[in-house]
């Protein structure tokens, strides 16, 4: 079997374990932001593609314990078959991290774990570093003195699913979106509103779900090219992914009110193949106020990054209110507002989260 590495957004862990759970992988170990598992060679590309949480896999080359000096951290690294993992047609790329370990100098472990890789492939004089037709990352972990070896096999985080032509100002990562449907409690068959839909993510994440559509769309996987990863692989586990697929009259509601972001969000379903499936509206959330709603909120309003800080509290005011006036509304809102849960008389669980770096929480009307 091989060890993987499936890394999350801080707080979005469980959902990841969930998710590697549902394939029957072996978990060995959960971390702050990290989910250790072990499979077979399919796993590299089946987690790629149906990870709607996670941010990274890795392929985990080795792993050392109680490596506090240079010396050994060298001679582990460079005794790695690297000729296996990289052909002399690939470009090395090296990055290091540490963690609570007595090797704490980020660019020296860096520097030496490039000169190790480099010293184990160079036999004929080619310099595998200079190459630039195919690149391959490799990241060092030292972590309590433990040291790990790993492959990035997603290339690009796997949030970026490839279907958003154009961000608002203030994007809600994919895999975070896909986590606030889910932690939503949304029922796939009952009505669901995102009233900020800006570049339309909550809403296209909802239709994926709903529909079971692997979120591989438009994207390109490092490992692809990877000459000993059977090339089939892949191939074979996309056609598994769209034989999985199915469709249901859906009732998701996105609204904005620019005009011109409700067009971009309408492009950006129509890339994922969701258009269908989502009703998009231009109007201002104080609409909603005038008719009675039920279903599911989900949604990232504005809440300093988008609008001026006077405009907040009464967007704030809006959506508390419309929670408490439809007993048949569930679900809640992401926001880093904190005066958010004291403006009605209504409970909350609270989930905390980041969004771009910075601190909010899930609100879930109780």
């Keep these: 079997m091989y060890n993987y590495l499936l890394t999350s957004s801080l707080w979005l862990e469980s959902l990841v374990k969930n998710e590697v759970q549902r394939q029957d992988y072996n978990i060995t170990e959960v971390q702050d932001k990290a989910v250790y598992f072990e499979w077979w060679e399919e796993a590299i590309a089946r ?23 240079f010396d050994s951290y060298f001679e582990v690294i460079k005794k790695q078959d690297w000729r296996k993992y990289i052909p002399k047609d690939y470009e090395v790329i090296v990055k290091a991290i540490s963690i609570k370990s007595e090797l704490g100098a980020t660019p020296t472990l860096q520097a030496l774990g490039k000169k190790a890789i480099v010293s184990a492939l160079v ?27 790993l492959l990035n096999t997603s290339g690009e985080g796997l949030h970026k699913r490839g279907y958003r032509e154009m961000t608002g100002e203030a994007p809600l990562k994919e895999n975070i979106a896909a986590g606030l449907v889910i932690l939503s409690g949304w029922k796939y068959k009952q009505p669901l509103y995102d009233m900020f839909c800006g570049s339309g993510t909550i809403a296209i994440e909802a239709a994926m779900i709903a529909r079971n559509i692997a979120p591989w769309l438009k994207r390109h996987f490092a490992f692809k090219n990877w000459p000993w990863i059977k090339s089939e692989i892949l191939e074979s586990e996309k056609k598994r992914a769209e034989e999985k697929e199915f469709s249901w009259e859906y009732q998701i509601y996105a609204s904005d009110m620019r005009k011109e972001v409700i067009e971009r969000a309408k492009r950006s379903a129509k890339f994922a193949w969701v258009e269908d499936s989502i009703s998009f509206s231009a109007q201002d959330v104080e609409s909603y106020l005038r008719r009675e709603i039920s279903g599911y909120l989900v949604s990232n309003p504005p809440y300093g990054l988008r609008l001026e800080e006077d405009d907040v509290e009464g967007v704030h005011k809006i959506v508390a209110e419309l929670l408490r006036k439809n007993s048949g509304l569930y ?30 929480y899930f609100y879930k009307k109780i």
Excluded: P
Aim: charged share 30%; with cysteine; proline share 0%.
């Design 47 to 69: 987690m790629n593609l149906w990870s709607r949480f996670g941010n990274i896999l890795y392929y985990v080359v080795d792993t050392e314990k109680s490596i506090t000096d």
């Design 123 to 149: 036999g004929d004089d080619i310099l595998y570093e200079h190459a630039d037709t195919w690149q391959i990352e490799v990241r060092i972990l030292m972590e309590n003195n433990t040291l790990r070896i």
């Design 331 to 360: 679900g809640g809102i992401i926001t880093a507002h904190s005066e958010f849960e004291n403006l009605e008389k209504i409970k909350y669980k609270k989930r905390k989260l980041y969004n771009g770096g910075e601190l909010c």
